[in-house]
């Protein structure tokens, strides 16, 4: 089973905050990336980095912000949150390609963000 | 990468083979078919994907018409935790691919 993990789990918080959410994988592996979940909706790739000093926006625009300074760690950031920002994030990795297909992601079991 | 679609909800009994369909008919040559699902609360999980060969591995089968076009995802007893949302993606080959995640099937597997 992949090794990897978020925190916080839950996080209720005030508007204008600043919030930081943590994800770590021990696989080594390049690729990382976080996805935004509404209740009852699709996910969404707001960020991912193929590697150290690395990162890219998704395809969904987010007021997030992202550094990948170490391998196995890719936090996310919220300068100022604000209620807009409620959702779930869900963090991913997965090895690099090395034939057969796109290696498989493997996701975390996300952080609930409810911001008041 | 290629649009898939599938049907919103199905279930089934507990103990009986799930068929989970796909249609993907703007499937490309160098494009697979991987299959992730999601249970309440938690995030997706990797089950199977496959090219053109059916696939089999501890989770599930993955038949893949000849014509690639549509697949079927089998879970051949499924069980009541075999309940989630599942996700029928085409994704090619290139390195900077990148999964996009439909609405999925939500399955719901009954005693």
């Known amino acids: 089973e992949a090794d990897i993990y978020q925190t916080p789990r839950y996080l209720v918080i005030g508007t204008g905050k600043k919030i930081t959410l943590e994800c770590s994988q021990t696989?080594?592996?390049?690729?990382m990336y976080w996805y935004q979940q509404d209740p009852g909706m699709e996910l969404h790739l707001i960020h991912y980095s193929y590697g150290v000093n690395s990162t890219e926006k998704g395809d969904l625009s987010s007021e997030s912000t992202v550094s990948r300074i170490r391998t196995e760690h890719f936090p996310l950031t919220l300068e100022s949150a604000r209620p807009s920002h409620t959702s779930q994030y869900l963090c991913a990795s997965s090895e690099s390609r090395t034939g057969g297909g796109n290696q498989p992601q493997h996701f975390g079991d996300g952080t609930r963000l409810s911001i008041l | 990468d290629a649009k898939t679609t599938q049907p919103p909800s199905m279930d089934c009994a507990e103990g009986r083979a799930a068929n989970l369909p796909c249609n993907h008919s703007t499937i490309s040559g160098n494009e697979y078919v991987y299959w992730y699902r999601q249970i309440h609360s938690q995030g997706p999980q990797y089950i199977i994907h496959g090219l053109k060969n059916n696939e089999t591995n501890e989770m599930a089968s993955l038949i893949i018409t000849e014509d690639r076009k549509s697949s079927t995802l089998i879970l051949p007893h499924a069980t009541l935790r075999d309940t989630a949302v599942y996700y029928c993606?085409?994704?090619?080959?290139?390195?900077?691919?990148?999964?996009?995640f439909g609405k999925g099937i939500t399955l719901s597997v009954r005693p």
């Open positions: 993606i085409v994704l090619s080959t290139g390195a900077n691919s990148k999964l996009t």
């Open positions: 696989m080594g592996h390049d690729k």
